[in-house]
């Protein structure tokens, strides 16, 4: 399997997960999401990737929220499924329930705090990515399991090379890194990675790249476009969108992919509500964000990069939150 045999590329949300004020995942909210990325033109859709909140759900509910992504977007647009785990053996059964639900592909990273070697790495995958006739993501993220595949030579060209992979999500915090990662192996596979801005422009009209995977997607309305201009080789357009797309995401998430005003994933629950979006609430370990003076400053970067949030619906999140 290679690139050529999936049409993976351009803008996709990673999905949070949303979940009723008791803790269960609301299943309403989650299709409402799903119709949401759907009417906004996105190119792919990843569910139980690390903004879905994974980590704090039972396997049950993990197949659950596969199902009814799945259902709720109907084959409008790509669906990969996160089996990230401790064991490849659970991965691989959450990949193979992936694949009765009829996903379109399935990713995982190298299991958390593990901290495997390289060759622990590239065996984890083998095993994985053989679970299923899916095609398979390598998610490399070191941010969440203190690994960066990246760094190892050679390592990301072996994972490229297994059987099943088609594609590979590098979210290492070195966009040298990155784009060593797409030179090496952008002919062979997809690549989905720090792109949208324009040096990102620059390196996949030079050395390939074919989108990004970005938390939440409340900046669909601009990496949408962007990525289809991008494509289009018009880049005189693609540049108008990243710079829109960057007012965004450049003032709310770190080159590291840390939050600036709380964690990633609750700052990102704050913006979709504030845009009146079906996020719901998060899950213990993570913490709602509440204090007032960060909820207007997300308020006022929204409204500065053209979003409609309103002083109203502004007032409305803060009051809400306060009795959280």
Do not use: C
Request: glycine letters at 8%.
């Amino acid at each position: 399997m290679n690139r050529h045999d999936v049409d993976w590329a351009g803008y996709w949300p990673a999905a949070s997960t949303p979940y009723a004020a008791d803790g269960s995942v609301d299943e309403l909210a989650l299709t409402a999401l799903m119709e949401l990325y759907v009417s906004q033109g996105v190119h792919g859709v990843l569910v139980n990737g690390s903004t879905g909140e994974w980590f704090s759900q039972s396997p049950d509910e993990r197949r659950r929220v596969a199902e009814v992504t799945v259902a709720a977007v109907a084959g409008r647009t790509p669906v990969v499924v996160g089996v990230t785990a401790t064991t490849a053996a659970e991965a691989s059964d959450l990949a193979r329930h992936a694949e009765r639900a009829g996903a379109d592909g399935v990713l995982a990273t190298v299991p958390p705090y593990v901290h495997p070697s390289p060759a622990e790495s590239l065996a984890f995958y083998a095993e994985v990515s053989s679970a299923t006739a899916l095609p398979f993501m390598v998610y490399n993220w070191p941010r969440g399991v203190s690994v960066d595949l990246a760094q190892t030579p050679g390592l990301m060209q072996a994972l490229a090379d297994l059987p099943q992979v088609a594609a590979i999500k590098d979210s290492t915090g070195d966009w040298n890194a990155m784009v060593a990662t797409t030179q090496a192996v952008a002919d062979q596979v997809r690549v989905f990675g720090s792109f949208s801005h324009r040096k990102g422009l620059a390196i996949m009209a030079g050395l390939g790249g074919d989108g990004a995977i970005d938390g939440g997607g409340v900046g669909a309305p601009y990496g949408v476009p962007f990525y289809e201009a991008a494509q289009a080789g018009d880049l005189d357009l693609a540049r108008f969108w990243v710079d829109k797309y960057q007012a965004i995401s450049g003032r709310l998430v770190a080159p590291d992919y840390s939050g600036v005003f709380a964690s990633p994933i609750a700052q990102l629950k704050v913006a979709m509500h504030l845009l009146d979006q079906p996020a719901g609430r998060l899950r213990a370990p993570l913490i709602e964000l509440t204090d007032p003076a960060a909820i207007a400053a997300i308020a006022a970067i929204l409204r500065e990069a053209e979003l409609p949030v309103s002083a109203d619906r502004e007032a409305s999140v803060i009051a809400e939150r306060g009795s959280w």
